[in-house]
């Protein structure tokens, strides 16, 4: 089976600030990879699909890149509403496993 | 709107079994395939099961395959994740989600808790 890895694990990062999260697949799976974005006591959110588009809705500070086994989510300007865990997910094939989560909070 | 409201948590012993709902409404439901993904607590997302729009196919990670069972009543719009064999390592909220045609989870449920201790 495919191993999804993320790093880093935990970031803490100032308002403005520009936050970049790496998801590295073990295999490739060309762009078969979500986003999504988990505040505190919530639901998970879609933010990203296809590697790079964005769901509708997102901020367009957000934004994502990459195809086969590394992929990155990019905030361009830390919001104090970004503090969330996101994860990224392969959906190529089952398993359709998720990566281990990076949280991200306020300096 | 979309809507998916999961019921049937609650608390189970070691070895018991639980059978999980989710109520679908806002979009038509026998035209998307559907996931649970369970998350213990303080931990992160785990992807459980998956079954496509018509029922022909369901996946299942191997930390359940075998004790839990996927379906759905397309009549009833309704998902159901059938738990047997329960161990303490099953506690978790667990999530049944949407898909789009291309299998990302586009609309999740508010979660159910399922708790399994003696």
């Known amino acids: 089976d495919i191993q999804m890895t993320q790093s880093p694990s935990s970031l803490s990062a100032s308002v403005g600030d520009r936050v970049t999260i790496t998801c590295r697949a073990s295999q490739g799976i060309s762009n078969y990879l979500a986003w999504y974005q988990q505040k505190p006591g919530k639901v998970p959110k879609l933010l990203i699909y296809?590697?790079?588009t964005l769901q509708s809705g997102v901020p367009s500070r957000f934004s994502g890149s990459g195809s086969g086994t590394d992929f990155t989510l990019t905030i361009s300007s830390l919001q104090p509403e970004d503090v969330a865990t996101y994860y990224c997910q392969k959906y190529n094939s089952a398993p359709f496993t998720f990566g281990p989560g990076t949280k991200v909070d306020i300096k | 709107q979309v809507q998916l409201v999961e019921s049937g948590g609650g608390v189970v012993q070691p070895g018991g079994s639980l059978r999980l709902s989710c109520a679908a409404s806002?979009?038509?439901?026998?035209?998307?395939?559907m996931h649970w993904v369970r998350q213990a607590p303080g931990k992160g997302l785990e992807w459980v099961a998956f079954i496509r729009y018509d029922g022909s196919n369901k996946y299942y990670a191997d930390s359940v395959k075998g004790r839990f069972t996927i379906s759905r009543d397309n009549s009833k719009n309704t998902l159901y994740l059938q738990m047997n064999s329960l161990r303490a390592e099953d506690t978790a909220v667990y999530y049944c989600a949407k898909t789009t045609v291309r299998l990302y989870l586009d609309y999740w449920g508010q979660g159910t808790l399922v708790t399994v201790s003696s």
């Open positions: 806002g979009f038509t439901f026998s035209s998307y395939g």
């Open positions: 296809a590697a790079s």
